[in-house]
């Protein structure tokens, strides 16, 4: 697929990001969401999902997909379990800015502690988790082996699962370029259902406080 420009409200729309970046764009993306601090800005779920269905029009092959985006998932929370390793809670504690927020160590602090180190593979699939997910367990000095373990089998679960999600559904749809914006929206939604909840709760615990 050949580059184009893209003005900055489109960013974030994972069918400009494929059509501009191609599939290199997309394992980027994903590596970058998997464990970098602004990372959770960007659609891994949506962006694995069209990609699916990219691949099943042809563009893509679909084991291209999911081996490349397992990798880039992989690596990407490789990179923030050693920036939470070697940094620390400090970056958080002492920051009060969007990215370095204490809440956003909390939230996934909460998850270990309640599913433990599966963890890795549960927060690779909920959007924000999953990307503070493995900078909390390098502040926590989780064992690397026992991390990797873990963050092997979420990353290919997840870039296997999503893709093929894709790629059947856009096999199934005539023309399914038709409806791929309005399927893509509707994964993005339903992915953030978790996070919104989230947000809800804090936000009326807080005023009954």
Known sequence: ??????SMHNLLDPIVIIKTVGLLGVFLAVCLESGVFFGFFLPGDTLLFA???????????LPVVIIGCAIA???????GYWTGKKMGRSLFEKNASFFFNKNRVDDAEHFYHKY????????RFIPVIRTFAPIVAGVGRMQYKTFVAYNII???????????LGFYLGSMIPNPDKYLLPVVLLVFFFSFVPVLMKVVFNTLTRKRD
């Open 1 to 6: 697929m050949a580059a184009k420009s893209v």
């Open 51 to 61: 990609a699916g269905i990219f691949a099943s029009q042809g563009f893509f092959l």
């Open 73 to 79: 998932a992989i690596i990407g929370d490789s990179i």
């Open 116 to 123: 433990g180190a599966v963890t890795i593979i549960i927060a």
């Open 154 to 164: 979420g990353g290919v679960l997840w870039a296997t699962f999503v893709p093929i």
